[in-house]
């Protein structure tokens, strides 16, 4: 949880997730920001200090995150992270354009590569 340091108000959430993608056992790096303090680079912020928090307590997994493929924010963020595109997978979710959460929205997948996160950590 992000709060703001004059008011205590909530900013936003990140953390990671256990998932299992193709098999293999990988943590899911996710963040949510209010809508009203998008832009000031606290999903970068929130991302970095959990990928200084997988480097220390998880180094050994692999990390992943995804978003919706409109999610144009998030997928820069992911950038910023120092991700890189891994396809396209299908889940619950928004679709550019169509109302209500549909089965099989496509999501950007994202792959951190081998010991990024250490090389984060590092900086």
Do not use: C
């Not at 099989?104 to 792959?111: M, S």
């Amino acid at each position: 949880m992000v709060r703001d340091r004059s008011d205590a108000s909530l900013i936003g959430r990140g953390g990671f997730s256990l998932v299992e993608v193709d098999g293999e056992k990988m943590l899911e790096l996710g963040w949510a920001v209010r809508d009203s303090r998008t832009g000031r680079g606290y999903a970068t912020e929130l991302g970095t200090a959990a990928l200084h928090w997988a480097a220390r307590y998880q180094p050994d997994l692999p990390i992943v995150a995804f978003t919706e493929v409109h999610n144009r924010a998030s997928r820069a963020v992911a950038e910023r992270l120092g991700m890189h595109t891994a396809g396209i997978i299908q889940r619950a979710g928004l679709v550019e354009g169509q109302s209500g959460i549909k089965p099989d929205a496509p999501f950007a997948l994202y792959r951190l590569r081998p010991r990024k996160a250490t090389e984060i950590a590092e900086r």
